[in-house]
């Protein structure tokens, strides 16, 4: 495992330098995957899922590359940090609300809800919780950064994209299914730093 993030670090690093040399700063770049994630959900919202996955899939490879280049260019900042989590938000939100517009399967109540869901309680409050806990100084900044849960971004997104996967080849419900999962892992995630916060 080790090996493996050595060699993706490396590969990075490689990428970094070879666009480094492009005329763009790594704000460009973060801004870039931005405008991939409108196109990809313009499509989705269209029915051409394939395309419009394709477009999400080059969002996540710009946001790769913008840290890369940060990386290469010796250009790492705070505020392009804080640039690139604003604009990671943006690109999950685009990609859950441009499904609101596609068909999907009704399992329980309208997938619509459950878009809404994981929106809500995985890609806003989770984030809130731990900003707004260190905003008002109820806990300090590094207990702020500390607090954790079942189902962080990574897992997420993880379970999302298995569900969308097993959905292409088998069916959308199991991509519902997938946010459904989210939805209440995320919940339990925001109760899990509610109650590291209260403790």
Not at 80 to 87: K, L, R
Not at 163 to 170: E, N, P, T
Request: aromatic share 12%; hydrophobic share 55%; proline share 2%.
């Amino acid at each position: 495992m080790l090996k493996q993030n050595i060699s993706l670090k490396q590969m990075q690093e490689s990428i970094g330098k070879l666009l480094a040399v492009i005329p763009l700063s790594p704000n460009h770049w973060t801004f870039l995957s931005v405008v991939l994630a409108l196109a990809g959900g313009v499509l989705v919202a269209y029915n051409e899922l394939v395309a419009g996955l394709a477009f999400f899939a080059l969002a996540g490879l710009f946001d790769v590359i913008d840290g890369a280049v940060a990386r290469a260019r010796k250009e790492v900042s705070k505020l392009g940090g804080f640039v690139d989590g604003v604009a990671d938000r943006f690109v999950e939100a685009i990609f859950l609300f441009s499904f609101m517009f596609y068909q999907l399967p009704e399992i329980f109540i309208d997938a619509k809800i459950w878009l809404a869901g994981v929106i809500f309680l995985g890609t806003c409050m989770p984030s809130f919780i731990r900003a707004y806990a260190d905003h008002k100084e109820v806990i300090s900044k590094k207990k702020a950064l500390e607090l954790g849960g079942i189902c962080e971004r990574s897992e997420r997104v993880l379970i999302i994209i298995i569900g969308l996967v097993f959905g292409i080849f088998y069916g959308m419900d199991y991509f519902v299914y997938g946010l459904i999962v989210a939805s209440i892992l995320s919940l339990i995630t925001i109760v899990q730093r509610l109650l590291q916060i209260l403790r």
